[in-house]
Nanobody, 114 residues
Framework: QVQFVESGGGLVQPGGSLRLSCVAS??????KGWYRQAPGKPRELVAT???????NYLNSVKGRFTISRDNAKNTVYLQMNSLEPEDTAVYLC??????????WGQGTQVTVSS
């Protein structure tokens, strides 16, 4: 069982920035990251960060988003810059345990609109 506390979502104008935070209960995780779900579109993996600090990004957010983690706080962050309307979605915190189980939070809404 993993519980998430997600925050940082909101309404921002195109070109603006937001920083998402997620505190995940439990011990250290192998992988943490963020998915997003837009209406009528499949859920997609936005970014991940491994226990060694390695990162992966969705192509459309490369150069704009930065994922980081603070293991001491069980927290993962997603810094989102140069936001576009296409980034509008519910962003869900993700964690994979060392046992190989995957968990998602309920999500925080990000809306990019003028």
């Amino acid at each position: 069982q993993v519980q998430f506390v997600e925050s940082g979502g909101g309404l921002v104008q195109p070109g603006g920035s937001l920083r998402l935070s997620c505190v995940a209960s439990g011990s250290l995780f192998r992988v943490k990251g963020w998915y997003r779900q837009a209406p009528g579109k499949p859920r997609e993996l936005v970014a991940t960060i491994g226990s060694d600090g390695s990162t992966n990004y969705l192509n459309s957010v490369k150069g704009r988003f930065t994922i980081s983690r603070d293991n001491a706080k069980n927290t993962v962050y997603l810094q989102m810059n140069s936001l576009e309307p296409e980034d509008t979605a519910v962003y869900l915190c993700y964690a994979q345990t060392w046992r190989g189980s995957n968990f998602w939070g309920q999500g925080t809404q990000v809306t990019v609109s003028s």
